[in-house]
């Protein structure tokens, strides 16, 4: 794999800056690492997506301190919240602003008090346990800093936290892991961003990603991941979800396409009566490559999920959508859907779809789909003879094909962000708001 060598990645970021109370993660994973094989296109969930892009740069370097002179809150404008800036994986306290919420606790692994490690210490890579997914081990590995978002029992947090991570380009390659562990008591209420961006220029970095949420008894938890980093970046991420008996979890991803971009979302109904809503938007051009895999697993009865997942694809680009919904035998009365389209807007692009259901219980309401096509040529020609020009009509049905994912996004200053990456994707943000052509 060229350049990318994984015993040199098991080692890249050392102790030396890495926190002696993770030491023993750190090992763990790194043994976990360095016993796993890399996959292939001959890995059944790597089929389609090929990890040759990790050796075309020699990412195995340790990023340089840098503090770019931007205002964070601007990626949002308008966003009251709670926030939180890693750039190039180290965390920006000057970038960041912080508030005081009673039975909240928003706070770097590096600025932990006591309690804080204790609750790390006893959750962190518990719920990503058991995936399967190596690169949730190399993410140990490099684990020197993350993000812990504690609410406390019958808390509801004021404000959203936002947890931005800011990609800025080097005199060399370089590579930096992303870690955030989100803990829930029982009848807790929180909002959560996980905002990827990177500032312009060529972007030459590796990111690994790793995401635990454990949302406890009757607790609620929306939570949005945006994937907008520069198209030359590389992430590859998990996101690994437990429910509690009664709690509820609404996720909603947005990502663009990169160099190689590859996120796994891994759900777990623990609890009877668990709900999770799974929404994502994939939209990738030129050359790029985007892959997400859902896995859902109901392990107890009355669980529902409901999973809905729009992809538009253009020039040479490359999208792979994998859904799987797994039925454990004791999971009667499960509730489960999946729904994926997908459109492609030239002849040369590309998407591989794979719904999966799992069944072993034989009291369930299960029901799977996926469709690939062109813009429907009589929705354009009506809008063609209202005098609508092409370019206009083609944005405008491109944008409704997306636009239930993102219409009732009840935080107003994040809908509105989200609809002008949209418009900006499809090069005609004046299109969608109205405004003069």
Same mark, same amino acid.
């Given at each position: 794999?060229g350049a990318f060598d994984q015993q040199?990645?098991?080692?890249?970021?050392?102790?030396?800056?890495?926190?002696?109370?993770?030491?023993?993660?750190?090992?763990?994973?790194?043994?976990?690492?360095?016993?796993?094989?890399?996959?292939?296109?001959?890995?059944?969930?790597?089929?389609?997506?090929?990890?040759?892009?990790?050796?075309?740069?020699?990412?195995?370097?340790?990023?340089?301190?840098?503090?770019?002179?931007?205002?964070?809150?601007?990626l949002i404008a308008g966003l009251d919240?709670?926030?939180?800036?890693?750039?190039?994986?180290?965390?920006?306290?000057?970038?960041?602003?912080?508030?005081?919420?009673?039975?909240?606790?928003?706070?770097?692994?590096?600025?932990?008090?006591?309690?804080?490690?204790?609750?790390?210490?006893?959750?962190?890579?518990?719920?990503?346990?058991?995936?399967?997914?190596?690169?949730?081990?190399?993410?140990?590995?490099?684990?020197?800093?993350?993000? $812990?978002?504690?609410?406390?029992? %019958?808390?509801?947090?004021?404000?959203? !936290?936002? +947890?931005? *991570? /800011? #990609?800025?380009?080097?005199?060399?390659?370089?590579?930096?892991?992303?870690?955030?562990?989100?803990?829930?008591?029982?009848?807790?209420?929180?909002?959560?961003?996980?905002?990827?961006?990177?500032?312009?220029?060529?972007?030459?970095?590796?990111?690994?990603?790793?995401?635990?949420?454990?949302?406890?008894?009757?607790?609620?938890?929306?939570?949005?991941?945006?994937?907008?980093?520069?198209?030359?970046?590389?992430?590859?991420?998990?996101?690994?979800?437990?429910?509690?008996?009664?709690?509820?979890?609404?996720? $909603?991803?947005?990502?663009?396409? %990169?160099?190689?971009?590859?996120?796994? !979302?891994? +759900?777990? *109904? /623990? #609890?009877?009566?668990?709900?999770?809503?799974?929404?994502?938007?994939?939209?990738?051009?030129?050359?790029?490559?985007?892959?997400?895999?859902?896995?859902?697993?109901?392990?107890?009865?009355?669980?529902?999920?409901?999973?809905?997942?729009?992809?538009?694809?253009?020039?040479?680009?490359?999208?792979?959508?994998?859904?799987?919904?797994?039925?454990?035998?004791?999971?009667?009365?499960?509730?489960?859907?999946?729904?994926?389209?997908?459109?492609?807007?030239?002849?040369?692009?590309?998407?591989?779809?794979?719904?999966?259901?799992?069944?072993?219980?034989?009291?369930?309401?299960?029901?799977?789909?996926?469709?690939?096509?062109?813009?429907?040529?009589?929705?354009?020609?009506?809008?063609?003879?209202?005098?609508?020009?092409?370019?206009?009509?083609?944005?405008?049905?491109?944008?409704?094909?997306?636009?239930?994912?993102?219409?009732?996004?009840?935080?107003e200053a994040l809908g509105t962000a989200?609809?002008?990456?949209?418009?900006?994707?499809?090069?005609?943000?004046?299109?969608?708001?109205?405004?003069?052509?």
């Amino acid at each position: 794999m060229g350049a990318f060598d994984q015993q040199l990645a098991a080692r890249l970021l050392g102790d030396a800056e890495a926190l002696p109370w993770l030491a023993a993660q750190r090992e763990a994973a790194r043994a976990q690492w360095l016993g796993a094989s890399l996959p292939t296109r001959k890995t059944e969930s790597w089929k389609y997506t090929s990890l040759e892009a990790l050796g075309q740069h020699d990412y195995l370097n340790r990023p340089a301190a840098t503090e770019p002179a931007v205002d964070a809150a601007e990626l949002i404008a308008g966003l009251d919240a709670d926030r939180i800036v890693f750039v190039n994986g180290r965390y920006a306290p000057r970038l960041s602003q912080l508030g005081r919420q009673p039975g909240v606790r928003a706070v770097p692994f590096r600025e932990a008090n006591a309690g804080d490690r204790a609750v790390i210490e006893g959750t962190l890579g518990q719920v990503a346990a058991g995936n399967g997914n190596p690169f949730a081990a190399l993410n140990g590995c490099w684990l020197d800093d993350g993000v $812990l978002f504690h609410v406390g029992a %019958g808390v509801k947090a004021a404000r959203p !936290l936002h +947890v931005v *991570h /800011l #990609g800025v380009a080097g005199s060399r390659a370089f590579a930096h892991a992303q870690r955030l562990l989100v803990v829930l008591g029982r009848g807790a209420q929180a909002e959560l961003i996980e905002h990827f961006a990177s500032l312009p220029g060529e972007q030459n970095g590796l990111v690994s990603g790793a995401t635990e949420l454990r949302v406890g008894e009757s607790a609620q938890l929306r939570h949005y991941r945006l994937h907008l980093e520069e198209e030359h970046a590389i992430h590859i991420g998990g996101v690994y979800v437990e429910l509690a008996r009664a709690a509820v979890c609404e996720s $909603l991803v947005l990502a663009l396409g %990169g160099r190689l971009k590859r996120l796994d !979302l891994r +759900v777990r *109904h /623990l #609890g009877a009566g668990s709900e999770c809503r799974l929404d994502g938007i994939y939209l990738a051009r030129r050359s790029q490559h985007v892959d997400l895999h859902t896995s859902v697993e109901h392990e107890v009865p009355q669980g529902t999920t409901h999973q809905v997942y729009r992809g538009i694809v253009d020039d040479a680009a490359r999208a792979v959508f994998n859904g799987r919904i797994h039925i454990h035998p004791q999971a009667q009365k499960s509730n489960a859907d999946l729904s994926n389209r997908n459109l492609l807007l030239s002849n040369a692009a590309e998407v591989n779809t794979k719904p999966e259901l799992e069944i072993y219980a034989d009291d369930v309401r299960c029901s799977h789909g996926a469709t690939v096509s062109r813009i429907d040529e009589k929705s354009l020609y009506y809008l063609l003879s209202r005098g609508i020009g092409r370019r206009e009509a083609e944005v405008l049905l491109g944008f409704g094909f997306l636009n239930e994912l993102v219409r009732d996004i009840p935080i107003e200053a994040l809908g509105t962000a989200l609809r002008a990456v949209l418009g900006d994707w499809f090069g005609r943000a004046d299109v969608l708001h109205g405004e003069p052509s």
